[in-house]
């Protein structure tokens, strides 16, 4: 099976800025992404949840250690606010995060929260007795157009493994983890990330890194490097309108909540970019995150914002598009099928029209 390759591989302009190593969310130092993907049975849906199956789940640790002991601060936007994540009024009245954030389907929300209490739990034998509860996040997109959402096939257990599978990158990206059954434009979405290099004024060097979990918009919206290649694609959008786009940030530079909630709300700005109008229906957040640990002192300034809302925009949507790139070809329930963008249809048409013709 040939590899697919992001559009950056493949020559494609995504931004002014550096990016890291790997360019995804694991350039940030001591972040690890976990990935566990549920792929069974093909055909008709089944009666009593028996199938078939296109979900997963996706674990994001944003730093070594012990999270709930020494949190991190953190920022969230509500973007359109149909989706049903759990943990955000939490991180919105306090900027802080003390638990890993694990991404799933819409109805296995809760199941994940079990795994993610019960791994909590092992580590911090305080909790409920000497110590308070912990803020457990978990965020969703709708995968019932391919997945037998009811069956609701994403246990405890799974959120477990997916922890434990947490690793440095590159990380797998497309149809993997909570990506598997995801929708984007009318074809196939899932995990795709990013990251970009950042200086601040005095010369410091700061990683910023984006994960999307893509699910949103329709076939005609769709946007390339400001070409709208969802009109000129030779394709028929058909099935249910997905909806839902989660972003996770995370950055090393020492940034207050409030900054961060600044670079949370910059990131439909790189919505915007890929054609996303944030339609009714789609539930669409940010999260970022800050892993410096250090003296609120040592803040950055806000006049040095400029180039980490850059990093944002640029990140964003460059991880939209690679969740879309790297995304194959996925038949799911009642023979519903979502077809991976076609890369060398879509490379001619950015061409013709940058070519002016």
């Known amino acids: 099976m040939q590899k697919r390759r992001t559009p950056r591989d493949l ?19 001591g972040v690890r992404v976990g990935h566990v993907s549920l792929i069974q049975g093909v055909g008709p849906l089944l009666p009593h949840g028996k199938g078939p199956v ?12 012990n999270l709930y002991r020494q949190p991190c601060s953190a920022g969230i936007e509500v973007m359109n606010g149909y989706g049903k994540s759990l943990g955000v009024p939490y991180i919105q009245e306090t900027g802080s995060l003390n638990s890993p954030i694990l991404l ?8 994940v929260a079990n795994g ?9 034998p305080e909790i409920g007795n000497d110590a308070r509860t912990p803020n457990i996040v978990v965020m969703e997109c709708d995968d019932s157009y391919l997945n037998d959402i009811r069956g609701r ?12 599978r947490a690793a440095k990158g590159p990380i797998d990206q497309g149809n993997v983890g909570a990506g598997v059954g995801m929708s984007c434009f ?34 005609r919206d769709f946007l390339l490097v400001g070409v709208p ?33 600044q670079l949370a709300g910059r990131a439909n700005l790189g919505m915007a970019r890929t054609g996303s109008i944030s339609m009714t229906g789609s539930g669409d957040f940010c999260l970022m995150v800050s892993t410096y640990i250090g003296s609120p002192n040592n803040y ?18 460059e991880s939209i598009w690679n969740s879309m790139f790297l995304a194959r070809t996925m038949e799911g329930r009642d023979g519903h099928i979502r077809n991976a963008l076609p890369i060398t249809e879509t490379l001619d048409i950015v061409r013709r029209w940058q070519g002016g013709l």
Do not use: C
């Open 104 to 111: 799933t389907n819409t109805l296995s929300v809760n199941d």
């Open 11 to 29: 020559g494609l302009w995504m931004g002014q800025m550096p990016v890291g190593k790997n360019n995804d969310i694991t350039d940030v130092p």
């Open 54 to 65: 296109r979900t997963g789940v996706t674990a994001i640790l944003p730093r070594t250690g």
């Open 186 to 219: 009318h074809m196939k979405g899932g995990i795709g990330s990013s990251s970009r290099l950042v200086q601040d004024q005095s010369g410091r060097s700061f990683v910023l890194g984006m994960l999307a979990l893509a699910n949103f918009g329709v076939l």
């Open 300 to 317: 950055l300034s806000d006049w040095e914002l400029d180039e980490f809302f850059r990093a944002v925009t640029e990140a964003s949507a």
């Open 229 to 261: 290649v969802g009109k000129l694609l030779d394709q028929q959008a058909s099935g249910y309108i997905p909806g839902s786009l989660i972003l996770v940030g995370i950055t090393n530079a020492p940034l207050s909540r409030w900054q961060l909630r």
């Open 153 to 164: 096939h994403v246990k405890p257990w799974d959120a477990i493994l997916a922890l434990q």
């Open 116 to 124: 993610v209490i019960t791994y909590l739990l092992k580590q911090n």
